[in-house]
């Protein structure tokens, strides 16, 4: 079974920066797709960047050239930096990890870290 551990949520003000980490219990080599997820109050759970094992990004709309994705393979590590911090990125931040094992796909989650950005 794979552990990911989030850190790096905080309260901070609008327009200020962090960086959020992911640790996982294992190699990152075998995941197919790493990523973050938010859960706002009252909200779904919704995507926020991923990265693949070929390192292709994708973002949500709403934080395109605010947010960056990386992976640290030496580390076991996903980061994600974000800058520009608005209030309306306040949520719960999630790790996620997803690979194939034969056909089957296999999914990951870590237990979130708190972003909360005053006005």
């Known amino acids: 079974q794979v552990q990911l551990v989030e850190s790096g949520g905080d309260l901070v003000q609008a327009g200020e920066s962090l960086t959020l980490s992911c640790e996982a219990s294992r190699s990152l080599f075998g995941f197919n797709v790493m990523g973050w997820y938010r859960e706002a109050p009252g909200k779904e759970r919704e995507l926020v960047a991923t990265i693949t094992s070929g390192r292709t990004r994708n973002y949500a709309d709403s934080v395109k050239a605010r947010f960056t994705i990386s992976r640290e393979n030496a580390e076991n590590r996903v980061y994600l930096q974000m800058n520009n911090l608005k209030p309306e990125d306040t949520g719960v931040y999630y790790c996620?990890?997803?690979?194939?094992?034969?056909?089957?796909?296999?999914?990951?989650w870590g237990q979130g870290t708190q972003v909360t950005v005053s006005p």
């Open positions: 996620n990890m997803k690979e194939y094992i034969a056909t089957t796909l296999m999914e990951y």
